[in-house]
């Protein structure tokens, strides 16, 4: 059971160590991703009791809140979101996303959007209105079994990259996230991507031992030594190389 509070922000244009800002239109994230870094610190900054993925507090007011924001700050690419998916299940009731995305057009700030959910084609009328954005999709496998384990509230693989193609079709670029790296095949991956993704993003991420202890329960313990990133980020490189597609390694 999904506990859903509805919550009166006071900021929501933040400074961000990746981006210049970063807008997060939730606390908490119902897609549940077992790797997910901010459910490590946000349930307790949060102070919720509920595990993470069974609570979203709402921020009903953001769209007002950053435009009041915008209207002293200083231009620069938003990031939406940094610790929640944008597009998580409720947005598609509540728009929170979808509003403040609309404030950020009128002032043209330029956008760059990471989610798993194909719920972002909802809003492809506001993304063609930027002059600068970019949408992508964070896709860590090939294998719809792996990744249904590691993120149980996102849609299907296929349908993430479906979702991204028509995204790329409609004339806005595109990327694809792959972090961290989940067990699979990486030539099938990128083949799957060629189409799709303007660029490709590789990270492994950080693998604190609470993480680590999730790979182990599910059985995979070569998946989290050094040697199987560094093996999979060059099969990666490699085929990323043979297709002529752009991408950028972060490790």
Same mark, same amino acid.
């Given at each position: 059971?999904? /506990?859903?509070?509805?919550? !009166? ?9 990746? #981006? ?5 239109? #939730? ?11 901010? =459910?490590?610190?946000?349930? !307790?900054?949060?102070? $919720? ?12 007011? /953001? ?22 998916? %944008? ?7 509540? /728009?929170? *996303? !979808? ?32 002059? $600068?954005?970019?949408?992508?999709? *964070? ?16 849609? %299907?693989?296929?349908? =993430?990259?479906? /979702?991204?193609?028509?995204? !790329? ?11 961290? &790296?989940? %067990?699979?095949? %990486? ?21 604190? +031992? ?10 995979? $313990? =070569?998946? &989290? ?6 093996? *999979?980020?060059? =099969?990666?490189?490699?085929?990323? +190389? ?10």
């Amino acid at each position: 059971m999904l /506990a859903v509070k509805t919550i !009166r922000a006071k900021s929501v244009l933040n400074k961000s160590k990746i #981006f210049d800002y970063c807008v997060n239109p #939730f606390t908490g994230c119902q897609i549940n991703c077992r790797y997910c870094y901010a =459910r490590l610190f946000m349930k !307790r900054y949060s102070g $919720h009791k509920e595990p993470w993925g069974e609570f979203v507090d709402v921020k009903i007011n /953001a769209a007002e809140v950053l435009e009041k924001q915008l209207a002293g700050a200083k231009k620069g690419v938003v990031w939406i979101s940094s610790v929640c998916d %944008p597009y998580q299940p409720i947005e598609e009731t509540y /728009a929170i *996303t !979808r509003r403040c995305l609309e404030v950020l057009a009128v002032k043209q700030f330029p956008v760059n959007i990471q989610t798993k959910s194909t719920l972002i084609l909802r809003d492809l009328d506001i993304l063609q209105e930027f002059e $600068h954005v970019e949408a992508g999709f *964070t896709i860590t496998t090939d294998d719809e079994a792996v990744a249904k384990q590691f993120e149980p509230g996102a849609p %299907p693989i296929k349908q =993430r990259i479906a /979702a991204l193609k028509k995204i !790329r079709s409609a004339g806005i670029e595109t990327f694809a996230f792959i972090g961290p &790296i989940l %067990p699979g095949n %990486p030539q099938n991956l990128i083949r799957y991507l060629e189409d799709a993704a303007d660029r490709v993003l590789i990270d492994r991420m950080n693998y604190v +031992n609470t993480i680590k202890s999730i790979y182990r329960k599910l059985g995979f $313990h =070569r998946e &989290i030594e050094d040697r199987y990133f560094d093996e *999979t980020r060059d =099969r990666l490189i490699e085929e990323l +190389n043979r297709r002529g597609m752009k991408y950028e390694v972060f490790f």
